[in-house]
């Protein structure tokens, strides 16, 4: 017989697949920065949050502190690695001032999360009790993961562009949000539920958002191509006239 615990493991293993989905989303946004060497105007915050995010659920789901959560773990440990290749790259192909601010943030969200484990491992001797404050903070650690695109959604809005917003992040945090909703509402875990509930309204809203600036970015980027186009056939064709110019001068000089 199909038990909830069975469901629950199913769900939990889509919601790991959907989840190492969304951590490898932005792949192709960081070959365009490895590409450019430039992180243009990318915003590292997302991968912030999620570093700090993933690091905190995977202290939630040790035994010692929220037994049973294996799944919660193996996913979140997987993404944690992850954030860190994208964070490597930010600090590699960003300028020196936005370097210095990464590396003391991603300093300060480490020294953040050492200190969490070692109270919480020596001091609460209740798994209960460690769950639930661990869980506490990892509820706002997820909130402000699906949150940190407000800044990117805030860009589109007043640019008209959703070229710095990828698309498939956005899809895989509605879906990423779907899936652990579900996992955490059959065997009720509100740590899991009310923040993946919210990140799927905050998915959703990007889904609409890109939506709708679609086809004013495609636009944009069109006549941007244009315009860069002419700029090179115009400046090829100056540098034509100046050495037919030349040259007809030379050859004005050899007849005197």
Same mark, same amino acid.
């Given at each position: 017989m199909f038990s909830n615990e069975d469901a629950r493991t199913a769900v939990g293993i889509i919601g790991?697949?959907?989840?190492?989905?969304?951590?490898?989303?932005?792949?192709?946004?960081?070959?365009?920065?490895?590409?450019?060497?430039?992180?243009?105007q990318y915003s590292p915050v997302p991968y912030l949050a999620t570093f700090v995010n993933c690091g905190l659920w995977v202290l939630y789901g040790l035994p010692m502190v929220h037994p049973h959560s294996t799944l919660v773990v193996t996913i979140n440990g997987s993404g944690f690695v992850i954030e860190v290749i994208y964070l490597l790259? *930010?600090?590699?192909?960003?300028?020196?001032?936005?370097?210095?601010?990464? %590396? @003391?943030?991603? +300093?300060?969200?480490? &020294?953040?999360?050492?200190?969490?484990?070692?109270?919480?491992?020596t001091l609460v001797h209740s798994i209960k009790l460690r769950s639930a404050i661990v869980g506490s903070i990892c509820m706002v650690g997820n909130i402000m993961m699906y949150a940190s695109p407000?800044?990117?959604?805030?860009?589109?809005?007043?640019?008209?562009?959703?070229?710095?917003?990828?698309?498939?992040?956005?899809?895989?945090?509605?879906?990423?949000?779907?899936?652990?909703?579900?996992?955490?509402?059959?065997? *009720?875990?509100?740590?899991?539920?009310?923040?993946?509930?919210?990140?799927? %309204? @905050?998915?959703? +809203?990007?889904?609409? &958002?890109?939506?709708?600036?679609?086809?004013?970015?495609q636009r944009m980027m069109t006549e941007r191509k244009a315009k860069s186009e002419v700029g090179l056939?115009?400046?090829?064709?100056?540098?034509?006239?100046?050495?037919?110019?030349?040259?007809?001068?030379?050859?004005n000089v050899l007849e005197v």
């Open positions: 790991n697949i959907i989840a190492l989905i969304l951590f490898l989303s932005p792949a192709p946004t960081f070959y365009r920065i490895w590409k450019k060497k430039s992180v243009e790259l *930010f600090l590699i192909y960003s300028d020196r001032k936005k370097r210095l601010r990464l %590396l @003391l943030i991603v +300093a300060a969200e480490c &020294l953040f999360m050492a200190v969490l484990a070692l109270l919480v491992l407000l800044a990117v959604m805030k860009l589109v809005i007043t640019t008209r562009s959703v070229e710095f917003m990828p698309f498939f992040l956005s899809l895989f945090s509605f879906l990423n949000g779907i899936s652990w909703t579900s996992y955490a509402l059959i065997r *009720f875990d509100p740590f899991i539920a009310a923040p993946n509930g919210m990140g799927s %309204l @905050l998915g959703l +809203a990007q889904l609409i &958002l890109y939506a709708t600036f679609y086809k004013s970015t056939v115009e400046k090829a064709s100056a540098g034509n006239t100046k050495r037919s110019n030349t040259e007809n001068q030379n050859g």
